[in-house]
């Protein structure tokens, strides 16, 4: 009976390829404990001990980053335990605060080439949640592996309820000066200025007291920037300021605010474990969404001419003839960054993976969406282009109206409730009485997408990743356009009678 509850509790913090739960018991129960985490961490390195070559197969070294989180200090404690209890030739190495994809950079760097990382994180979460996310030098593992682990952890809890101390080494390591250091690396050579690139350049950074506040200090300062407008770079937390979350409106108003205020050149934020940024430029205007996408897509394609760009569902029609104007393909493809990751590792002659989140890959970087690297590249352009970053994207449109809207479904609903309403909808825009204008995207591979108002629109209708609940995106050129399509989409939807309209 124990061991199936526990097994429930241990599958139950499974996100997509991520770990997440509560990790502080003030407004909701604790689902994300420190014993699950030294369980999960002690599974996580008997797996790296059982795949490994060579002699890793006994001696396996293991990094530990965290975020800024209250509960981060004890659960790497505890993770730190679990991995040295797999056996005597298991070393964790507490890296402390530190970004996820510099958790991936530590099991390739020389010097480092840890056997497998975990960073404790919850993204932009909030302050009482937690998490992990794992890499080996392959990169970061998926939801299968995930499953796998969190099921031998479960085994684990079963058997032994205290850590036997197994023998194995722990220490302090320190990781997050060397990254910055290849960070400086990039901007030197890409802006090709010598030694002090940024010298004259004021740049605000905005790490949302997560984890990103190294990027100013560390990275731009020592090349010449001028970070003194720059805020929320000490790590809390509580995240006192706001959601550290470049997607969240009031996060990118206060950057624009900071950026206009101290007149600067550029503005950079991050979440708060720095896989993702956006941009702001020096006349306020946000480069995030699709505008940064269109960005690195100039960039990328400026450099891999005719290359394929991968992104997610939700992107624009303007972002397609953007791309295609800059003469490259665009693959819509689905949401979830490691979908649109997976799916450029396929292509051939595929420089960048995008999504509208804020996750941006680059194949030349191994396919790690690293929100510093990314910020990395758009500061070297505006370098060059003097602060112009919207010479980059001249020609590329916002639309006049967007919406999003999520609708949830409630848990009486039938499995696979999502996929039916989805699938509703599509016979609904292929039959007789579609509305007028309407006609159904040449390729979707999630959900349903359709171009409105003869062309000057579009809607998708799509199940979310992780929740109970219908995502509906439009778009609208036309004044009135996106009310004028939601209406009939809610009519649509109308007939589904576990969506909570
Ligand atoms: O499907 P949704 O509910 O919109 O969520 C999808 C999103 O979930 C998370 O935020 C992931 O990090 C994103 O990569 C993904 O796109």
């Not at 990103?212 to 010449?224: I, K, Q, Y």
Request: net charge negative; hydrophobic share 40%; with cysteine.
């Amino acid at each position: 009976m124990r061991g199936a509850a526990c097994f429930m509790s241990y599958k139950r913090v499974q996100n997509g390829s991520d770990v997440r739960g509560v990790a502080l018991g003030k407004q909701e129960a604790v689902t994300l404990t420190p014993k699950m985490v030294r369980n999960i961490a002690k599974a996580f390195t008997l797996r790296l001990q059982r795949g490994g070559k060579g002699n890793k197969a006994s001696n396996v070294s293991v990094g530990i980053g965290r975020d800024s989180r209250v509960t981060g200090e004890e659960l790497c404690e505890e993770a730190m335990k679990g991995i040295v209890d797999a056996g005597p030739g298991c070393k964790a190495y507490d890296l402390g605060l530190a970004t996820t994809p510099a958790m991936f950079m530590s099991t390739i760097t020389p010097g480092f080439e840890y056997s497998g990382s975990i960073m404790l994180t919850a993204s932009h979460l909030p302050y009482d949640r937690n998490g992990m996310k794992f890499f080996t030098p392959e990169g970061g593992l998926g939801k299968a592996d995930i499953a796998e682990i969190l099921e031998m952890a479960e085994g684990i809890d079963g058997s032994v309820d205290e850590a036997s101390g197994g023998g194995g080494h722990k220490s302090a390591a320190s990781f997050m000066p060397t990254y910055a250091g290849f960070l400086r690396d990039q901007i030197v050579s890409g802006v090709g200025a010598g030694e002090m690139p940024l010298k004259g350049l004021k740049i605000v950074v905005d790490a949302g007291n997560g984890a990103g506040g190294f990027f100013a200090r560390d990275v731009l300062e020592p090349l010449g920037a001028d970070i003194a407008g720059s805020q929320f770079l000490e790590p809390d937390g509580m995240f006192p300021n706001h959601v550290p979350n470049p997607e969240n409106e009031e996060a990118m108003r206060s950057i624009q605010e900071a950026v206009a205020s101290t007149g600067a050149d550029l503005g950079v934020i991050f979440d708060t474990d720095v896989d993702r940024s956006a941009i702001v430029d020096s006349k306020g205007v946000a480069f995030n969404k699709n505008r940064l996408i269109a960005a690195m897509a100039a960039i990328s394609l400026r450099d891999k001419p005719g290359a394929t760009v991968v992104t997610d569902s939700v992107t624009s029609d303007a972002l397609t003839a953007f791309i295609e104007s800059r003469g490259g393909k665009h693959l819509r493809f689905k949401r979830g960054y490691k979908n649109v990751i997976e799916k450029g590792k396929q292509i051939e002659n595929c420089p960048l993976m995008i999504e509208t989140s804020g996750h941006g890959a680059m194949a030349e970087n191994h396919y790690l969406d690293d929100g510093a690297y990314m910020a990395v590249k758009m500061i070297i352009e505006a370098a060059r282009r003097n602060g112009d970053l919207a010479g980059l994207v001249e020609g590329f449109e916002e639309p006049l109206e967007a919406t999003e809207m999520r609708v949830k479904y409630s848990e009486s609903a039938p499995d696979g409730y999502g996929t039916l309403v989805v699938e509703g909808f599509q016979k609904f825009c292929e039959g007789d009485s579609a509305p007028e204008g309407w006609a159904s995207a040449d390729s979707n591979f999630e959900g349903w997408r359709v171009s409105v108002l003869n062309g000057e629109g579009w809607v998708l209708i799509r199940q979310s990743l992780h929740d109970p609940l219908i995502v509906i995106n439009a778009e609208s050129n036309m004044e009135g356009g996106v009310e004028q399509t939601m209406a009939i989409v809610t009519e649509f939807l109308k007939d589904y009678e576990f969506l909570t309209l």
